[in-house]
């Protein structure tokens, strides 16, 4: 392994080229003791998942700071509370990280064509990560191959998103920036206002793609969507689209505004058969949020067994079930750097059909975010 030089007039390292993971990583010794030099092999063998660490209370990368920007969330998603003990990134000295080189290349990564946009099909999910582990998380994702990172409004994470962009260095049309319009932020007047604050705080002139968060209940739908396309018009967001909508809804947006995609759940435990059936028929993509089922998928012993065929995690052949599937990308989060590599390391197989088959076997309606006063009236399995 090369050993890092530091400059202490330059907080950055000069790396060296050779590690074999791709990447290699100095830091100043801090709260871990980490030595001058860490990589991130290392980093990863002591790295274990959010869950992991959210189970063990005296896990040492675990912290139960409060996200004050999600605290609302608490109150839909109390299950989900341990997954706000977030292993602090800072300790993994990711503000001095530098990228000597990339594992991901653009042959190993699907994109994702529809009505002249090229999107990446993995990206990286910020919800909830905040403050400055947040601009290290997605510095760290877009340097180990990530060129897709998806927020909101809602996150209270933009400013540090487009930090994390920022520090990156890597060139804008490089990569898809989705973010999401809160449903507070739906008017026409809120829609224009909204948005040149989300550029203001992500640090962009444009952005890639931005969706409606949640459909209203209260603001007409038209209205929305005709203040968005007056944003693309002026080249304020290259495209437009909606999350959590259902077929109903979809075929609305569809005939009122062109847009391109919608986001929602779609995990293994969660059939999608009439949302996918219609972005196929309206030529959209589908994003699937929350895609391993918020620690579902690594427990289930089905998954769990096919990934032993290819020497993969259940969570990575999850991951390929999905992107196998046609116009759908996914965006998981990753608590660590070795889950941000591992969500990377789906491009070099291929599942057998039955395999699929039997992925396809465990679908049902067991969703995952449904919140009260917000959810429309989801479309059932079939």
Known sequence: ?????????????????????????????????????????????????????????????????????????????????????????????????????????????????VKGARVPALGFGTWPLSGAACSRAVAAAIAVGYRHIDTAQLYGNEAEVGAGISQSGLARDELWITTKLSRDHLTANAVARSTEDSLRRLGLDQIDLLLIHWPSRTVPLAETLEAMTRLRQSGKTRFIGVSNFTTKLLDEAATRADIVCDQVEYHPFLTQRAILGAVKRHGLFLTAYSPVARGRVPRDPTLQAIGRKYGKS?????????????????????????????????????????????????????????IAGWSPDWDRPN
Request: hydrophobic share 40%; net charge negative; charged share 25%.
């Open 1 to 113: 392994m090369t050993q890092a030089a530091i400059d202490h007039r330059n907080p950055h390292p000069v790396l060296g080229t050779n590690d074999i993971t791709g990447l290699e990583f100095a830091c100043t010794v801090g709260a871990n003791d980490l030595p001058i030099g860490t990589t991130g092999q290392h980093l990863a063998a002591q790295a274990g998942s959010v869950d992991d660490a959210a189970q063990d209370r005296h896990h040492p990368l675990t912290t139960s700071r409060r996200l004050t920007h999600v605290d609302g969330w608490r109150h839909f998603y109390p299950r989900l509370e341990h997954e706000l003990k977030l292993r602090r990134l800072d300790q993994f000295c990711l503000p001095n990280m530098m990228a000597t080189k990339s594992r991901r290349k653009d042959g190993l990564m699907k994109f994702i064509e």
């Open 314 to 370: 259940a969570a990575q052949v999850a991951l390929r079930w999905l992107l196998d599937q046609d116009k759908v990308a996914a965006i998981p989060k990753a608590g660590s750097l070795a889950h941000m590599q591992a969500n990377l390391a789906i491009f070099d197989f291929d599942l057998a059909p039955e395999d699929r088959a039997a992925i396809d076997a465990l679908g049902g309606d067991r969703r995952i975010v449904d």
